[in-house]
């Protein structure tokens, strides 16, 4: 047979198994909690998108991720594939749309006092807003008799959603946000959910309303998945609300909020260029002075850097909802296995924005340090 024409019929077949082979690859290369979202997503409409979640048999595909993560926090010293706000995704997306899951193992894994709540011993309000939320959700199902279980599960469930809601209420700061910007509307729908565990002076739920509407229009929000996550608590709603009948078009109501893109004003004669101190923090610390463009990002810091000195500033980056996540920098990896990671400060501070959208100033100075969570 001709090369051609045996190109052609290998292009045949493949094209004849793309549609399941690639959904099938795709589904093997997300993370738990990705595929958890991805469930959420189809689940939300009630329309034919719906059915791609049985087409495609996700929930039994979740079943298993969620497995292969216990199975590593079992080989790692309790540390799973991912992290605990994709556990938690996982298993409210079980919980919603009727998959397998063990209540004795959610009630050994979700304990409050378990390290995967916290990173460098600091409370994560969006992990243990996520995790309420699927707590939640499966004490809903053992009330409602849906999931069978004894009465000690049933009870220990409830005594960790007040714990964490209590967690939850100590990171309220003075201005009504919740832990930072970015967790307060996942702590919102938390708060939305578990009112029985706390009582109505605990929280102003208007003050803190008013104060991440301002966020919204100082453009605190314009990373697309920042406004996915604060949207559902700005409509009253929350991921419990996913499986129920609602069509998604009335859902969006009447709302509007105008928002303001900061504007940089350059006026003539002014500085085009500024000068920022960068370093690399690992058990020394590696200094440089790096000059780039007003308005730069942090990224543009340890591009120029990297040119400059490739063995000392080079870095290794990859893709995700929130922009660019450093992974690897001096060929130095950050594992989950291991709980470490690059942190980015400034002055000494975390950031609360990745390197892809902090805008650096003249004069500061930028850390990436090697950090265990
Ligand atoms: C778990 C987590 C981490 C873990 C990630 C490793 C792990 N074990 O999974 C650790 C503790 C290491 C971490 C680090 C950081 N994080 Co973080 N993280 C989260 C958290 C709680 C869940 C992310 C998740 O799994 N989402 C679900 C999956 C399905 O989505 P995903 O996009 O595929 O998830 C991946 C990315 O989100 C990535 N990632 C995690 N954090 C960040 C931060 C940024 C800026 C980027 C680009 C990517 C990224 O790791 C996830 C797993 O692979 C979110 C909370 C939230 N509300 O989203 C905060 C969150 C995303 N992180 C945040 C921040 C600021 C950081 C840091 C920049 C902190 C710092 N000063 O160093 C660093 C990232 C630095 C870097 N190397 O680029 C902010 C981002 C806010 C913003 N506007 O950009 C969030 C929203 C927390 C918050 N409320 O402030 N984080």
Redesign the pocket.
């Known amino acids: 047979m001709r090369q051609s024409h045996q190109l052609s019929l290998v292009g045949l077949l493949l094209f004849s198994l793309i549609p399941s082979q690639l959904c099938e690859i795709c589904v093997s290369q997300v ?1 738990s ?2 595929l958890a ?1 991805i469930i959420l997503a189809l689940g939300a409409c009630r329309n034919s998108e719906e059915n791609l979640i049985y087409d495609y048999h996700l929930i039994d595909k979740l079943e298993n991720k969620f497995q292969a993560e216990i199975e590593n926090m079992e080989a790692h010293n309790g540390n799973p594939l ?2 605990y ?2 556990l938690s ?1 996982d298993v409210l997306a079980l919980c919603l749309f009727n998959g397998n899951y063990s209540t004795t193992k959610v009630v050994n894994y979700f304990t409050p006092e378990n390290k995967n709540y916290y ?1 460098d011993n600091q409370f ?4 243990g807003a996520m995790a309420v939320l699927a707590l939640t959700c499966v004490k809903r199902s053992l009330i409602n008799g849906q999931v069978k279980t004894d009465e000690s599960n049933l009870k220990n469930i409830s005594i960790y959603i007040k714990s964490l809601v209590e967690k939850i209420l100590f990171e309220k700061k003075e201005n009504g946000l919740i ?2 910007t ?2 307060t509307g ?1 702590a919102m729908q938390a708060l939305f959910v578990s009112s029985d565990y706390y009582h109505e002076n605990d929280w102003n739920c208007q003050q803190t309303l008013n104060t991440v509407l301002t966020e919204i229009s100082q453009g605190a929000f314009s ?1 697309p ?2 406004a996915a ?1 604060v949207l559902p608590a700005l409509m009253g709603k929350t991921f419990l609300d996913v499986n129920k009948d609602s069509s998604c078009v009335s859902a969006a109501g009447n709302f509007s909020i105008s928002t303001q893109e900061p504007v940089t004003v350059t006026t003539p004669g002014s500085q085009s260029s500024i000068s920022v101190n960068y370093s690399v923090r690992i058990n020394e610390t590696y200094f440089a002075n790096v000059i780039v463009p007003k308005g730069s990002v942090f990224l543009d810091v340890m591009e120029k850097a990297q040119k400059m000195n490739d063995t000392i500033f080079g870095f290794t ?1 990859e893709k ?8 690897s920098v001096q060929g130095l990896w ?1 594992s ?1 296995n291991d709980r470490t ?5 400034s002055g000494g501070k ?8 902090y805008v650096v100033h003249d004069g500061e100075n930028l850390e990436v340090r090697w950090s265990k ?1």
């Open positions: 993370s909690g990705e979202l991912t992290n706000y994709q995704l990173f994560s309000v969006d992990t832990g930072n970015f967790s996942e990373t998945t920042a996550q980056m995700s909802s929130w922009g660019p996540y450093i992974t950050a989950n990671y690059w942190e980015l400060l975390p950031l609360s924005q990745g390197v892809g959208s969570y």
